[in-house]
């Protein structure tokens, strides 16, 4: 039996991205057009040419504009999760906001056809060792696993210590299983390959031999794109070079990437994978 790998897209609209916060601020977002169908509908499609499945983490606040969307996730056979109403930093939000933020969240998810989420991806990673309490807010509320920490060595993010695979976390109000996005050690380093401007900007063999080689081991790889990824004509944003580098660097090789990784390896979201790999209890 093949290894049943975890693919996952965080639905957020290009202007949501933390990188380029400055550029738009929360409050002009409801006066941006929407590109979301734009990634949506390229993922959509390949998924159904590979009849491969995966996890929709999406924002309440698109959930609750776009409930068109989580419908269509729903319809075809995709798993809907939680990530967060509107892509706040867990630290900006403190305990009593993450509680608020996920209870909105929820409400926006179940609202538009959604069962209740019980999977999370914190907004940008910021589920950190300072954040750490926000496991047992997560537990507390019924969520089964978590896919918000990155084992990586980074200036604002990631825990660089972190069990690069699945592992459980243990609480006050019960366990939950940390499925991180897959990492690879290069050069005595965890360095992501899940995801993000790495998943472009790396050689397209580099990932798939990742994802190889999790899969002779039977190990289950966890990979997060966003639909802005799939959208190269999106307007460009007056940024830092460095920015403008990690947003916009080979956007039109997202799609043949994503198409090259469904046809070689089996994909479903990421509940169905942990159940797979006996890490979570059915429901
Ligand atoms: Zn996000």
Known sequence: ????????????????????????????????????????????????KHNARATFFFLGWIAERHPDWVKRC??????????????????????????????????????????????????????TRKTFWAMDILAERGYTYDSSVHPVRHPTYGIADFEP???????????????????????????????????????????????????RRGKPACIYLHPWEFDPEQPRAKTSASKAFRHYVGLRKTLPRLEALLSKFEFVGLEESLIASGDLEPR
């Open 1 to 48: 039996m093949s290894t049943k790998h975890a693919i996952s897209f965080d639905v957020e609209e290009y202007y949501q991205v933390a990188n380029l916060r400055l550029n738009y601020p929360k409050q002009d977002w409801d006066e941006i057009p929407s590109r979301l169908s734009i990634g949506m509908e390229h993922i959509l499609s390949a998924l159904k």
């Open 74 to 127: 729903l319809d075809a056979g995709h798993e809907v999760a939680s990530h967060g109403y509107d892509h706040d930093f867990l630290w900006d939000l403190g305990p009593e906001g993450v509680v608020s933020d996920l209870e909105r969240t929820e409400a926006a998810l179940e609202a538009a056809g959604a069962p209740r989420p019980r999977g999370f991806r914190a907004s940008t990673f910021t589920l």
């Open 165 to 215: 695979g699945i592992s459980v976390v243990k609480t006050e109000a019960g366990s939950l299983v940390e499925f991180p996005v897959s990492t690879r050690k290069i050069f005595g380093r965890n360095l992501p390959v899940g995801g993000g401007g790495y998943f472009r900007l790396y050689p397209g063999a580099l990932i798939r031999n990742a994802v190889a080689d999790l899969d």
